[in-house]
């Protein structure tokens, strides 16, 4: 069966779904994404995420094309057409299509396309190996707040680190890690604290980090919103990454060097687990 996708108020199969030329997505790079994950068939942490969309949208001034129910039923729909079980969902609106030129075109509308990726999560090897990450420069820009389709400095930093042989690139600005290049990025204390840096312009706020972070109150572990410097992580007693593609995942060396014994760490794996009751049992979970 061919992969089902959306484009533009339809659904068709991957092979007939075409943008036009002069989409602003492909010329600029001039439109906001989301990413959400599929466990048995249900999205998780989907109503964090349409908020998401609404501000990187409205931040961009992009109009809004569909309610949150009306998004809510189209992803309801591309899951049930590709029979997805566990995997991706990932969509993205772009300002639309007209003569280039940088101003803002006058009646263009927003381009929307969906697609599905099937992908274990919860029996992924990462999980129980854990991954190599390196640091990087971090080269974006200032609003890496808003998740927008530009995504250059990432696709550099992560081909960066694929050739390093690690499997997620850790951005550095003043010394400091702001995220992963496409996850947020945690280090645990030798005294069992958690480590994250907090919200600002500076960084994604990751959704499965906000999960994270209720997970961890609730459980009881200590949490701390600062930022951390490359050498403290090279000093962690454990490190680990979010996102919605992957949950939680064990950072088990940095840039060559292992963390602690090179080993998934207890908190890590306990936190996997806790995130992993929750996605399992999203009625249970608090928002
Ligand atoms: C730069 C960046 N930071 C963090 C994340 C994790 O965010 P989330 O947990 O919402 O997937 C992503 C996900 O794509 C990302 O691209």
New binding site residues.
């Given amino acids: 069966m061919s992969r089902i996708v959306f484009l533009n108020g339809s659904f068709l199969p991957l092979e007939e779904a075409k943008v036009p030329f002069m989409d602003r997505g492909f010329l600029f790079g001039d439109g906001v994404y989301e ?1 959400i994950g599929v466990l048995d068939g249900r999205l998780i942490d989907n109503e964090a ?1 349409l908020e ?1 969309l609404e501000r990187s949208l409205s931040e961009v001034r992009i109009p809004n094309p569909y309610t949150r129910a009306e998004w809510t039923s189209l992803q309801g729909e591309i899951v049930r057409r590709n029979g997805m079980q566990e995997g991706f969902i990932y969509f993205q609106v772009t300002r639309g299509v007209a003569e280039r030129d940088f101003f803002f075109p006058e009646n263009a509308k927003p381009t929307v396309a969906m697609f599905t990726q099937a992908k274990a999560i919860v029996h992924a090897p990462a999980a129980e190996k854990g991954i190599a990450v390196v640091t990087v420069p971090d080269l974006r820009w200032e609003r ?1 707040d808003i ?1 927008s389709i530009s995504l250059l400095a ?1 696709v550099l930093a992560k081909q960066a680190a694929k050739e390093a042989g690690a499997q997620e690139a850790w951005l550095v600005d003043e010394g400091f890690v702001t ?6 990025a945690f280090i645990v204390t030798p005294t069992g604290s958690i480590v994250v840096r907090p919200l600002s312009h500076a ?2 706020p ?4 906000k999960s994270l972070l209720r997970l961890s109150k609730e459980g009881g572990i200590a949490l701390e919103e600062r930022r951390f410097t490359v050498e403290e992580a090279y000093e962690a007693a454990e490190a680990f990454l ?4 992957n949950f939680v995942l064990p950072v088990v060396s940095i840039d060559g060097r292992p963390v602690a014994d090179g080993k998934p760490g207890p908190i890590t794996r306990k936190l996997r687990e806790l995130y992993l009751q929750m996605a399992s049992a999203p009625a249970l979970a608090a928002e």
């Fill in positions: 990413g995420h998401r890496r998740k990432q995220e992963g290049g496409s996850s947020s960084i994604l990751g959704i499965t980090r979010t996102s919605a593609s």
